[in-house]
């Protein structure tokens, strides 16, 4: 049954949320006051909140990107209709906050990092499965008629010190040497002429794949395909009780239980404490803030030489994402508060307006037109899974990007399907064959982040 979205149906967001405090993710809010929720446009239709008891096959908890992309290929690949259970509005999560960069890449390890971690063979092995998700995302977009404002080209990786171009020119080298990966090295100079005067650069990486989109147009695009194809997505349908009797899973809504065959979890940093065993301590959400400015001028765009419309993220570890946006807005985000109780405090936004200033001076004075905060599900050893943690029970999960999920989560869709469907035999990577890491310091994570983010900003700044 279409539904279409009624806002007064929503109740208000709210800023202060946190996945560590708060109960739940709540029940029918409102999106973010992001620059996306305000120019996306009418929500597409939805199937309404679950209205009494149903029996499914599937059932997948959160409708953000990797929710809906894995309703859409269990539908296609595997003829199999899924039910969708969203707490809020649909794509309520990160998929609409964050800053629609699609990079080659996912987690938060490097390729010589792999190697260290994994060794050469796994490493390509999973630079292959990166690259197979960079089509998957592509022909999704392609294939579906979305319509999300794709901005191509490829990713600008700025060294925002003289020093950290030592790094980028050494990854540089072993992308080519080790991944037949071709990336451009360039000069501070050929920065500012051929993409963007910012102040800050000192150099670049160029990589050929990255693109841009409206992160919410493509959550709308997600959620027609999905529903064209067969699945049911609710959204103001928080799963509040979760038991397994029998084989099958009784997943209690608001508004009646879900019986379940098979669960997905696709909740990101928005999965509700005691959601389900597996997931206890397993992944640290962390806040992202991101600021949308008025339009730049034409002569605030020739001073800053804001040629490029790629996606550009600095080396900071505490990384700064910015890009032109096609109406000639910026859109930056960084790093933010530790808690949400503080995360409306108006010096975090300070930080992403000080950084906007710093590398493009000609901008002092714009207006923010734009201002969020989001959380980012972040693994203990920085990089996803997409896994069934107990092989008796058909419970899996697809978490951990660390905020490299605007591409990676079409394919992590399709990989979760093809757990669920039981089709999962030849996935051997890593990411697919171990659970997501525990932490035994869970209880005291941030005070560890407190200390790690002190002395992220001494070594990217003063070191």
Same mark, same amino acid.
């Given at each position: ?26 029940? /029918? ?86 190697? %260290? ?10 630079? %292959? ?282 394919? %992590? ?10 089709? /999962? ?39």
């Amino acid at each position: 049954m279409d539904m279409k979205a009624d806002p007064n149906q929503f109740s208000s967001y709210d800023p202060s949320y946190d996945p560590l405090v708060s109960s739940g993710p709540g029940r /029918g809010m409102d999106y973010a006051p992001t620059y996306w929720a305000a120019t996306a446009g009418t929500p597409p239709p939805d199937d309404g909140p679950i209205a009494g008891d149903v029996d499914v096959d599937v059932a997948i908890i959160g409708g953000g990107y990797t929710g809906l992309t894995s309703a859409i290929f269990l539908a296609q690949e595997h003829g199999i209709k899924a039910t969708v259970l969203e707490a809020n509005r649909v794509s309520w999560g990160c998929s609409s906050r964050n800053g629609g960069q699609a990079q080659n890449a996912s987690g938060r390890l490097s390729r010589s990092q792999w190697i %260290a971690r994994w060794g050469v063979d796994t490493a390509l092995k999973m630079h %292959a499965e990166i690259g197979d998700g960079f089509e998957t995302f592509k022909n999704l977009i392609r294939s579906g008629n979305i319509d999300c404002d794709p901005q191509t080209g490829g990713h600008l990786y700025i060294a925002h010190r003289a020093a950290a171009m030592k790094k980028l020119e050494a990854e540089a080298k072993v992308l080519a040497d080790v991944f037949n990966y071709k990336t451009e090295m360039m000069d501070a100079d050929a920065v500012r002429r051929r993409y963007v005067n910012e102040a800050e650069a000192a150099g670049a990486m160029h990589e050929p794949d990255g693109i841009g989109v409206h992160p919410l147009k493509l959550a709308y695009g997600y959620l027609k395909m999905a529903r064209a194809a067969g699945a049911a997505v609710h959204p103001s349908s928080p799963v509040i009780g979760w038991e397994t009797r029998n084989g099958i899973h009784y997943l209690k809504t608001p508004g009646g239980t879900v019986r379940a065959r098979a669960v997905g979890i696709a909740t990101g940093a928005y999965t509700a404490p005691g959601l389900h065993p597996s997931l206890k301590n397993r992944y640290f959400p962390v806040l992202s803030n991101s600021i949308v400015t008025a339009p730049m001028t034409a002569q605030q765009i020739e001073a800053c030489n804001f040629i490029t419309r790629e996606v550009i993220t600095d080396t900071r570890t505490l990384r700064f994402y910015y890009r032109k946006l096609p109406d000639n807005r910026v859109q930056i985000g960084s790093r933010s508060a530790i808690t949400g109780r503080d995360a409306s405090n108006p010096r975090h936004l300070q930080v992403l307006i000080d950084g906007l200033h710093r590398k493009f001076p000609a901008l002092k004075g714009i207006p923010i037109d734009y201002s969020w905060w989001g959380w980012v599900d972040v693994s203990h050893d920085m990089m996803p899974r997409i896994f069934q943690p107990d092989p008796q029970q058909t419970v899996y999960y697809a978490l951990g990007y660390g905020g490299n999920g605007v591409m990676y989560s079409a394919q %992590a869709g399709r990989r979760l399907a093809q757990l669920i469907a039981g089709k /999962g035999g030849g996935l051997d990577l890593p990411i697919f064959t171990s659970a997501l890491p525990g932490e035994i310091f869970a209880p005291f994570r941030r005070i560890g982040q407190r200390m790690l983010y002190h002395w992220y900003y001494m070594r990217d700044e003063h070191l």
